[in-house]
């Protein structure tokens, strides 16, 4: 399912229009953005938990080269799948 499709989805099941669907699905979409820039988690009960978490720097090997390189540490969103995505 990509945007447009979920888009449609919404607006059919909140009874909406899909400007008002998509005006509204980008608001969720920025206001989770903002949260996890800011190191908050965003817990959707029953859905899912996002959180940022550290990872730290690392060595790796260049598959093409077989050189030894530095992965510098980083921050990645992790996601948790609640109890309503468990199939």
Known sequence: MNKGELVAAVAVKAEISK??????????????AEALKKG???QLVGF???KVAE??????????????IDI?????V???????LAF
Do not use: S
């Open 19 to 32: 400007a008002a669907a998509a005006k509204a699905i980008d608001a969720a979409m920025d206001a989770v």
């Open 55 to 68: 990872k730290a720097a690392r060595k790796g090997i260049n598959p093409a080269t077989k050189q030894v």
């Open 72 to 76: 510098p540490a980083k921050k990645a």
């Open 48 to 50: 899912a938990t996002l």
């Open 78 to 84: 992790k996601f948790k799948a609640g109890a309503k």
């Open 40 to 42: 908050e988690a965003v």
